[in-house]
């Protein structure tokens, strides 16, 4: 049940994330990055990890990407037109992506035996409990270094915006 | 297992159907008393007092004709009204309505049901909260989709405007729901009811240490703004925008988005109950005659019925109040059954104060003129954010001084 549901919802995510990048128009590509980001929601749920699943969707899903579709409407962005590829795309840019989806499985092969593999259902620290002890113990640097690190992108944006006046 | 299916399958139709009826009867009730307050009539000639006119709503929505614009964006503009209402209907799933149905072993004939004991919900998540802000975030592209692939500049404002209503109320609606979950200690509904046993000063709005009554009022007013409703129902406003975003879609579309805004007023307004007003707890305990409220109001109501009806004003109130009456001093008698006490007591508590809630919104509603959408943005920001935001500081201190 656990390994079908994987598949399926594996496959979805990938499709999506193809079809990010084949779309044309940019509402469609947002939407099918929508899709992905839902398909990664339950591939962690069936991890046993549901607070960063539910989080995956209202972060993610919900607010960065309503983000997204909120200013592609606002500017009416239309369809992108086709322009022609350089020659080194054209002939490079399929043995180069299998060459690095090589490399990196080998990695992942190499780097992480079967043994340390995460089993469906066998993450035990995925309750929001679990989660914010971890976050305000173990990982307290880097979660204050990332918050001050969003507050000076905030302030970041608000000088650029104060700047076009 | 089989039982465990069966049962599930049991209370998803139960669920359903009385979702469904109480969306239909729900519109109902708010254009009566849209109307009371405006000194009419409201919905009269269908049915007495117009009690069958959502069906024939019903009706009519279906065998309208559906329209489908040549220029509109096919795939979105039929996949918007489907998620409007698909996650407006989710949330339904995890809201719990009482406490644990106990159901004993009973031979009806040939018939034999066995020991039974299940929750009066259809999933208990432990990150139910969360679940319910998940489902309502991804609503919001059912109506920004609904108004960019109509292909319509009035659609494409109110599209416009109810994103970005959305995305700034469900900030401080997010800080409003964090505080109470802070003196809960949980994430799941039901155990969120749990901890509010006892009387109303236990129930969080009301709970020491820190009573969350500026948080409430922030729940409910961000929790109007997310549904969209007077005074904060911009992206539909009619004087400016024709229809808002659903200005293109007809017949049983149309409905769905009709359909999905009633479903997430009674997913909000339950969710008010249950982090706030106690769910199902009843105001005070039973021992000081709690469960002889419904039998009260119920029994006076048939008497009021019964009274009106023997000097009626209309020849066919001759027929109506009676029946009425009758109806009402039934349900206050079945109130009094011990048997079914258990389980009636707190779901009359439950619809008691998501009845109350409703009933909130559709006074607003008769009350409040529309807000400017400049003043919109200004009140989240500069108002509602901030108190929020305050409000859980203080509630975040208090529960941490208390603790140690």
């Given at each position: 049940?656990?390994?079908?549901?994987?598949?399926?919802?594996?496959?979805?995510?990938?499709?999506?994330?193809?079809?990010?990048?084949?779309?044309?128009?940019?509402?469609?590509?947002?939407?099918?990055?929508?899709?992905?980001?839902?398909?990664?929601?339950?591939?962690?749920?069936?991890?046993?990890?549901?607070?960063?699943?539910?989080?995956?969707?209202?972060?993610?899903?919900?607010?960065?990407?309503?983000?997204?579709?909120?200013?592609?409407?606002?500017?009416?962005?239309?369809?992108?037109?086709?322009?022609?590829?350089?020659?080194?795309?054209?002939?490079?840019?399929?043995?180069?992506?299998?060459?690095?989806?090589?490399?990196?499985?080998?990695?992942?092969?190499?780097?992480?035996?079967?043994?340390?593999?995460?089993?469906?259902?066998?993450?035990?620290?995925?309750?929001?409990?679990?989660?914010?002890?971890?976050?305000?113990?173990?990982?307290?640097?880097?979660?204050?270094?990332?918050?001050?690190?969003?507050?000076?992108?905030?302030?970041?944006?608000?000088?650029?915006?104060?700047?076009?006046? | 297992?089989?039982?465990?299916?069966?049962?599930?399958?049991?209370?998803?139709?139960?669920?359903?159907?009385?979702?469904?009826?109480?969306?239909?009867?729900?519109?109902?009730?708010?254009?009566?008393?849209?109307?009371?307050?405006?000194?009419?009539?409201?919905?009269?000639?269908?049915?007495?007092?117009?009690?069958?006119?959502?069906?024939?709503?019903?009706?009519?929505?279906?065998?309208?004709?559906?329209?489908?614009?040549?220029?509109?964006?096919?795939?979105?503009?039929?996949?918007?009204?489907?998620?409007?209402?698909?996650?407006?209907?989710?949330?339904?799933?995890?809201?719990?309505?009482?406490?644990?149905?106990?159901?004993?072993?009973?031979?009806?004939?040939?018939?034999?049901?066995?020991?039974?004991?299940?929750?009066?919900?259809?999933?208990?998540?432990?990150?139910?909260?969360?679940?319910?802000?998940?489902?309502?975030?991804?609503?919001?592209?059912?109506?920004?989709?609904?108004?960019?692939?109509?292909?319509?500049?009035?659609?494409?404002?109110?599209?416009?405007?109810?994103?970005?209503?959305?995305?700034?109320?469900?900030?401080?609606?997010?800080?409003?729901?964090?505080?109470?979950?802070?003196?809960?200690?949980?994430?799941?509904?039901?155990?969120?009811?749990?901890?509010?046993?006892?009387?109303?000063?236990?129930?969080?709005?009301?709970?020491?240490?820190?009573?969350?009554?500026?948080?409430?009022?922030?729940?409910?007013?961000?929790?109007?703004?997310?549904?969209?409703?007077?005074?904060?129902?911009?992206?539909?406003?009619?004087?400016?925008?024709?229809?808002?975003?659903?200005?293109?879609?007809?017949?049983?579309?149309?409905?769905?988005?009709?359909?999905?805004?009633?479903?997430?007023?009674?997913?909000?307004?339950?969710?008010?109950?249950?982090?706030?007003?106690?769910?199902?707890v009843a105001p005070w305990p039973a021992a000081y005659g709690s469960s002889l409220v419904p039998t009260v109001i119920?029994?006076?109501?048939?008497?009021?019925?019964?009274?009106?009806?023997?000097?009626?004003?209309?020849?066919?109130?001759?027929?109506?109040?009676?029946?009425?009456?009758?109806?009402?001093?039934?349900?206050a008698?079945v109130f009094l059954l011990p048997?079914v006490q258990s389980w009636l007591l707190p779901l009359f508590w439950?619809?008691?104060?998501?009845?109350?809630?409703?009933?909130?919104?559709?006074?607003?509603?008769?009350?409040?003129?529309?807000?400017?959408?400049?003043?919109?943005?200004?009140?989240?920001?500069?108002?509602?954010?901030?108190?929020?935001?305050?409000?859980?500081?203080?509630?975040?201190?208090?529960?941490?001084?208390?603790?140690?």
């Amino acid at each position: 049940m656990d390994v079908i549901l994987f598949l399926v919802f594996a496959t979805i995510a990938v499709v999506c994330a193809i079809n990010v990048v084949v779309q044309r128009h940019p509402i469609s590509s947002a939407l099918s990055l929508v899709g992905v980001m839902g398909s990664l929601a339950v591939l962690y749920l069936l991890l046993g990890a549901e607070f960063i699943a539910a989080a995956q969707v209202i972060v993610y899903a919900g607010a960065v990407m309503v983000l997204f579709v909120f200013v592609i409407m606002l500017l009416n962005a239309g369809a992108e037109s086709k322009k022609g590829r350089s020659y080194m795309s054209q002939f490079l840019g399929v043995p180069l992506l299998i060459f690095l989806l090589g490399l990196t499985a080998f990695f992942v092969q190499r780097m992480f035996p079967e043994t340390t593999m995460v089993k469906f259902g066998g993450f035990t620290g995925g309750g929001a409990e679990a989660i914010g002890r971890a976050l305000f113990t173990t990982y307290l640097l880097p979660f204050e270094v990332t918050s001050i690190l969003i507050l000076i992108a905030i302030l970041g944006a608000l000088v650029l915006a104060k700047r076009g006046e | 297992m089989e039982s465990f299916i069966v049962l599930t399958v049991i209370k998803a139709v139960i669920v359903f159907a009385v979702l469904m009826t109480t969306l239909a009867y729900l519109q109902w009730v708010e254009r009566k008393v849209i109307a009371h307050i405006q000194v009419r009539p409201g919905p009269y000639r269908v049915g007495p007092h117009g009690l069958l006119q959502p069906l024939a709503d019903v009706i009519k929505l279906i065998t309208k004709e559906d329209l489908l614009p040549p220029y509109v964006s096919k795939p979105f503009y039929l996949l918007a009204p489907f998620l409007a209402i698909t996650m407006a209907l989710i949330s339904i799933s995890v809201i719990p309505f009482g406490p644990v149905l106990q159901f004993g072993p009973l031979d009806i004939g040939p018939l034999h049901i066995p020991h039974v004991e299940t929750a009066m919900q259809l999933t208990d998540l432990n990150i139910g909260v969360l679940f319910i802000l998940a489902a309502s975030s991804m609503g919001v592209y059912g109506i920004a989709l609904a108004g960019w692939s109509s292909n319509n500049k009035y659609a494409l404002l109110g599209g416009l405007r109810s994103s970005a209503q959305m995305i700034s109320y469900e900030l401080p609606m997010s800080l409003a729901i964090a505080a109470p979950l802070l003196l809960s200690n949980t994430l799941s509904l039901r155990k969120l009811v749990e901890s509010q046993q006892g009387s109303i000063l236990d129930w969080n709005v009301l709970h020491g240490p820190f009573p969350q009554i500026i948080s409430f009022l922030v729940f409910l007013i961000a929790a109007f703004a997310e549904t969209n409703r007077v005074p904060f129902d911009l992206p539909e406003a009619e004087n400016e925008l024709v229809a808002g975003f659903h200005t293109e879609y007809s017949s049983m579309k149309f409905a769905s988005f009709f359909m999905a805004e009633y479903a997430n007023m009674i997913t909000v307004s339950c969710m008010a109950t249950l982090l706030f007003l106690g769910g199902w707890v009843a105001p005070w305990p039973a021992a000081y005659g709690s469960s002889l409220v419904p039998t009260v109001i119920f029994g006076g109501a048939g008497v009021l019925a019964l009274y009106h009806g023997a000097a009626a004003a209309r020849k066919r109130d001759h027929a109506t109040f009676p029946v009425f009456g009758v109806v009402f001093l039934i349900l206050a008698g079945v109130f009094l059954l011990p048997a079914v006490q258990s389980w009636l007591l707190p779901l009359f508590w439950f619809c008691a104060k998501v009845g109350a809630i409703l009933f909130l919104y559709i006074w607003i509603r008769g009350t409040l003129p529309r807000f400017r959408y400049d003043q919109l943005m200004a009140f989240t920001w500069k108002f509602l954010f901030p108190v929020a935001m305050m409000n859980l500081l203080a509630t975040g201190f208090l529960v941490a001084w208390m603790a140690k």
